[in-house]
């Protein structure tokens, strides 16, 4: 795993120079990531003791493919891409995950690591909780371990479907899914990212993202300038994606909903409090 002094990023990693707008300065609280906010209260409070602030810098590597998963990080801002890198160093974007997921899925469904590497996209805040305390959660079946594999059910999708986009659909369309897909995790429309970044995510070249992003920003849905892209106009821009974003969406949208669902019914409920009764050859005369 990775450590906190590990800010290292792949040789082919290019990110933004000027990033200081796009870091969180203010620490987020727990509840802030979704997952953490849907459970019943009783179990939050039980987990929060053991719950680590982690600041999530820019290009900082989670994890390296091979690399034992230690720590579960619940996500409260930022992005962090998972994406393959070959031998030949070629990489590949297949999923990304904000707020409302977590990084570290290894830790608890069994494999102790996996094939890809994580790292951050847009810096952020975590919380990490270590995978033996996870553990622990697992073996009593409560409500973390079914909103975690919820969550992972989600994560496949979004796998799967990307898969099949790079197959099929042109590369301007998959960009527009990209960046669409990145905004629903940020709370601005603008990013720190450069176009050498975004063809390594994409797995393309960057000659072939310079060319698609240049006729979205001369159709005006967006401005371009040196490691920054601004979203001028959204609804054009989910007008030119391909369908594969809305299933993303509707996936998203439902999870984000069952959480909430999973929020209500928990913290509105009220706390039963049971008083102890006087066995009847104890009572009071």
Known sequence: ?????????SPQMRFAVDNSRHFVSAQPTPRQNHILAALPRHVYERLVPDLEPFALPLGWTVHEAGDREKYLYFLTAGIVSRFYVTASGASAEFAVTGNEGVIGIAAFLGGGSTTSLAMVLSPGYSYRLRA??????????GPLPRLLLRYTQALIAQIGLISACKRHHTLEQR????ILSCL??????????TQELIADMLGVRREGVTEAAGKLQNAGLMHCSRGRIVVLDRPALEARVCECYAVLKREYDSLLAEYRQAKVAS???????VHAIAPPNEARV
């Open 184 to 193: 629903d995790r940020l709370p601005t429309n603008e990013m720190a990212l």
């Open 175 to 178: 960009l527009c899914r990209w």
């Open 132 to 141: 033996d305390r996870l553990q622990h959660e697992f073996e009593h079946d």
């Open 267 to 273: 913290w509105s409920r009220p706390v039963t409090r």
């Open 1 to 9: 795993m990775a450590g906190s002094d590990s800010f290292r990023p």
